[in-house]
């Protein structure tokens, strides 16, 4: 069973509650919280307290996706307000392994996240590890940015290592995400979707999970 992840990014901040329990009554799996620090990418989002709100709103898992400098400061932070899976970038820290086994220490789901132009061999020693590897299909910051194609080769390499290694990390993807980019992405082997810009714009977010989990959860050879 693949998972969309509804990236609230993308939602009306002045009616948030409201718009996740759209998304949730619309079908999606987890909810994908952005959190950015104005100096890992260009753009401040939100912080614990605002998690810990979503946290108090839904019973769908929070999928907390760290772009911020040293994400080590605020892990335990993060965990605290309710954060089920925890990404950190590998480019945002020294000391990956370590901060990777600190989030599963603190009893949440480890996800380690690859910029586009960081290259696959950054996972060698942590894909054992690991419970997810995100891969950004767009250079992270801001929604509604365009999916960028050579990333598709990158996904089916991870793919291929992970099958090959037998591993339980799942694949997953951010930014982008739309109905007319889904479908290769399914055929590559990704096992969650974020999307923030196809499921919170044009204000009918039920159509819109509607349309994408149809097409997640087709069969493919
Ligand atoms: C980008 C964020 C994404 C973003 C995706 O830095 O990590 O989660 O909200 O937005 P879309 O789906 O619009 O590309
Ligand atoms: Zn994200």
């Known amino acids: 069973m ?17 718009q996740i329990h759209q998304a949730e009554a619309a079908g999606v799996d987890w909810i994908h919280v952005d ?23 839904t019973k769908l898992p929070l999928d907390v ?26 480019e945002a820290t020294l000391h990956l392994e370590r901060q990777l086994k600190r989030i599963q220490e603190l ?3 480890a996800t380690v996240t690859l910029n586009p132009a960081t290259p696959l061999e950054t996972l060698e020693y942590v894909l054992d590890e690991v419970d997810m590897v995100l891969l950004m299909t767009v250079n992270p910051g801001f929604s509604g940015q365009k999916f960028i194609p050579a ?6 390499r991870l793919r291929r290592m992970i ?34 810009s196809g499921i919170f714009n044009e204000n ?11 097409k997640i959860n087709r069969k493919h050879p």
């Open 2 to 18: 693949r998972i969309l992840s509804a990236s609230i990014l993308s939602a009306d901040f002045g009616r948030l509650a409201e």
């Open 35 to 57: 959190v950015m620090d104005g100096l890992f990418v260009p753009n401040i989002t939100i912080g614990p307290p605002v998690v810990a709100a979503i946290r108090r709103v």
């Open 65 to 90: 996706h760290l772009m911020i400098e040293k994400p080590e400061r605020y892990l335990e932070a993060f965990v605290e307000a309710g954060a089920d899976w925890l990404g950190i970038h590998v």
């Open 107 to 109: 009893g949440a789901k």
């Open 151 to 156: 990333m598709l080769a990158k996904i089916r």
């Open 163 to 196: 099958d090959e290694r037998g591993g339980q990390a799942l694949l997953q993807v951010d930014g982008g995400v739309h109905l007319d980019t889904v479908d290769q992405l399914v055929e590559a082997g990704v096992d969650v979707f974020v999307s923030g």
């Open 204 to 214: 009918d977010i039920f159509e819109n999970v509607r349309r994408l989990k149809e």
